[in-house]
């Protein structure tokens, strides 16, 4: 099997998924988790700052010391990452 496997929708734009050989977990606009999410992230890729698309809450929840954040740049301005957990 090549590209990703494992994919899961949480509702709206907001995806989970890991790569093929399960090394990288991946989240695409967090939004509405509601603990749904187990993991912490690898990356997370955030298209734009409509509340619906980047919501801090949701970030917190999957952040991690080791988490890379990919994001226009109005949104990494407003991202607070003092709340990773490890």
Do not use: C
Not at 49 to 54: A, E, W
């Amino acid at each position: 099997m090549n590209g990703l496997s494992n994919i899961h929708w949480f509702g709206h734009a907001s995806f989970f998924f890991v790569d093929e050989k399960g090394n990288k977990i991946y989240f695409i606009d967090p939004f509405q988790l509601k603990s749904r999410a187990k993991e912490k992230a690898n990356l997370i890729f955030i298209t734009h700052s409509h509340s619906d698309h980047f919501s801090q809450n949701d970030i917190d929840e999957i952040i991690s010391d080791k988490t890379v954040i990919i994001a226009p740049q109005d949104v990494l301005e407003k991202i607070n990452i003092e709340k990773k957990e490890k």
